[in-house]
């Protein structure tokens, strides 16, 4: 994602100020901003909600209580349970069931769009929930079974804002808009200007294809989880999750191919790497910890060492090797074709193999010792192999690239099938395995073919080339901004309906990621074009 460099040097123009651009892009970005606000505004106030005691009284066993939904939030029992005599707790299923006639009580925050969910089939008894001085009485028996259980709703105990919340976007839009507009207004310094052609296209084309499927992967892959195994719906999220699994070791591999290149000065690493990668992060990692519902301060100092948001965890371990990057280029180059090999076999081969032949026998065999940052450095060095020995990839053609994609797709559905069947529900250990030998066969396959493929594709249709080289440019923004796209794109009522996420058919979830690339992508190259702005995108 990061690390591309421009192989031609760059040209010193003078800066012309365009209203009418200036004005689209400050337009985009206050809507962005505007969106962003309505979501925290939204979600500050519901922290802002005092928690209470749910009282669940079983009135005929069984009753298998599986958790409450608040505000799109999933609180589990493990989680939220308080009082719980009488009841024992399924740590697999992470579901609490009752022996006894005994009151289970469960603390859940106030909120709206709330559902308790039990199991539910026509051997269920009934259950009377105490909640805010209300009574309710649920009858668990169904005539099919359900295997996730059913929701039942609870009272609304929240009032929304929404009034405040619009007031307050539309000051976030006007002041977002008006500073977009000054910064372009203002910055007529001479700067270096780019030739997108002057980019490497191959490297473009790999980011462009792993931004859109990273969209994808998390547009679906909660879905994965929720379905039953035996399902239709779980084989073909099983196939879409497995299909883009590929798209993270590709951006390591890529990053590796640029960067260890050349020896890394290590002032050039603190000065102008790490600062280029981790003021975005802090500034992404800030706006995620505003718009999740379980806010804490603590988290606005952790987001200096460690993930606040799923996603972003990959960021911080480029962080990690950009730091060492002085040491690793100079290590790297040193050395000969051979003991290049060598090396990548000892920090992700071997280690790799390890790992799944353990998660095949379902024993948790510990890391290797000299799999050191396994598998994420092993994948690094692994693209600047791959990039050494780039001459060797144009004697095959494009169908040995598809076989060993489809040979690394069979790997991932096969295996996780297998480990989900062994363990009566969905089991995503070895497809979530960045280093996982069906994710490394994919990932060999996008990076060797678009390497075999690099005099071929600076001949694509100009237009084309300059939309993949604008993305690749935007693919750190992208990468940043999709998920909080996601989310506040799902806050939004007509939007909400219309675009999916994690519902739906895979046909609506694609098109939606479709949808989420493209908003992600206007939003992060429109960023691009704003002085001090480009720096978090």
């Known amino acids: 994602m990061e690390g591309s460099h421009i192989s031609c040097s760059a040209s ?31 979600n500050l106030a519901r922290t802002r909600n005092v928690e209470e005691i749910i009282a669940i009284h079983p009135q005929e066993l069984p009753v298998t209580y599986r958790g409450a939904s608040i505000n799109g939030e999933w609180y589990s029992p493990s989680d939220t ?6 009841w024992e707790m399924d740590w697999d299923e992470v579901t609490i069931t009752a022996k006894e006639k005994t009151t ?10 709330r559902t308790v969910t039990f199991n539910a089939d026509q051997n269920q008894g009934n259950v009377l929930v105490e909640v805010n001085g209300q009574s309710i009485d649920y009858d668990l028996s169904s005539a099919e079974n359900v295997p996730l259980g059913l929701p039942y709703d609870l009272p609304d105990t929240e009032s929304k804002n929404i009034t405040g919340n619009i007031s307050w976007s539309v000051l ?24 997108l052609h002057e ?32 399902s239709d719906m779980w084989f073909s999220t099983l196939f879409v999750n497995s299909l883009t699994a590929f798209a993270v070791p590709c951006f390591y591999m890529i990053s590796g191919a640029y960067l260890l290149r050349k020896d890394c000065a290590v002032r050039t690493a603190l000065l102008h790497r790490v600062p280029k990668i ?40 480029m962080v990690g090797i950009y730091i060492l990057l002085p040491v690793l280029s100079k290590m790297y180059l040193c050395l000969d074709e051979k003991m290049k090999v060598y090396l990548v076999a000892l920090l992700l081969l071997i280690p790799s193999l390890w790992h799944n032949l353990g998660v095949i026998a379902g024993v948790n065999l510990p890391n290797l010792h000299f799999a050191m940052f396994w598998p994420d450095l092993g994948l690094f060095f692994l693209g600047a192999l791959l990039w050494d020995m780039r001459s060797n990839f144009q004697k095959f053609k494009w169908k040995f690239y598809a076989l060993l994609f489809s040979t690394g797709l069979l790997i991932d559905m096969g295996m996780t099938a297998y480990i989900s069947a062994q363990n009566g529900a969905p089991n995503s250990t070895f497809i979530s395995c960045i280093g996982s030998f069906g994710n490394l066969f994919m990932a060999v396959a996008i990076l060797g ?17 300059n939309w993949i080289l604008r993305i690749g440019k935007t693919s750190m923004g992208i990468y940043f901004s999709h998920v909080l796209v996601m989310m506040c794109m799902s806050k939004l009522p007509i939007v909400s309906v219309m675009l999916k996420n994690n519902t739906g058919t895979e046909a609506e979830m694609f098109i939606s990621a479709a949808i989420y690339f493209l908003i992600s992508f206007v939003i992060s190259y429109c960023g691009h074009q704003v002085p001090v702005m480009k720096k978090v995108f």
């Not at 084309?205 to 892959?221: E, P, Q, S």
């Not at 073919?449 to 080339?465: E, Q």
């Open 278 to 317: 981790y003021i975005p992060l802090i500034f992404w990692s800030c706006l995620y910890i505003l718009t999740d519902a379980q806010m804490e301060p603590i988290q606005f100092l952790k987001m200096f060492y460690v993930q606040q948001t799923s996603h972003l965890w990959f960021v911080y371990s």
């Open 12 to 42: 010193h123009v003078t800066k012309n100020f365009s209203l009418p651009k200036a004005v689209i892009i400050a337009a985009v970005l206050g809507l962005f901003a505007a969106t962003v606000t309505y979501t925290i505004s939204e």
């Open 81 to 86: 349970v308080v009082q719980s005599d009488g």
């Open 104 to 113: 289970l009580e469960v603390k859940l925050p106030k909120g709206s769009n």
């Open 172 to 195: 976030a839009f006007i002041g977002i808009f008006v500073l977009t507009i000054l910064l372009q207004r203002i910055d007529r310094q001479e700067e270096k200007q780019v030739n």
């Open 449 to 465: 073919g678009a390497l075999a493929w690099k005099s071929k594709l600076k001949n694509i249709p100009k237009r084309m080339k």
């Open 199 to 230: 980019r490497e296209v191959w490297g473009d084309v790999v980011r462009a294809v792993c931004c859109f499927t990273i969209v994808l992967l998390h547009n679906t892959c909660n879905v994965f989880y929720g379905a039953d195994i035996t």
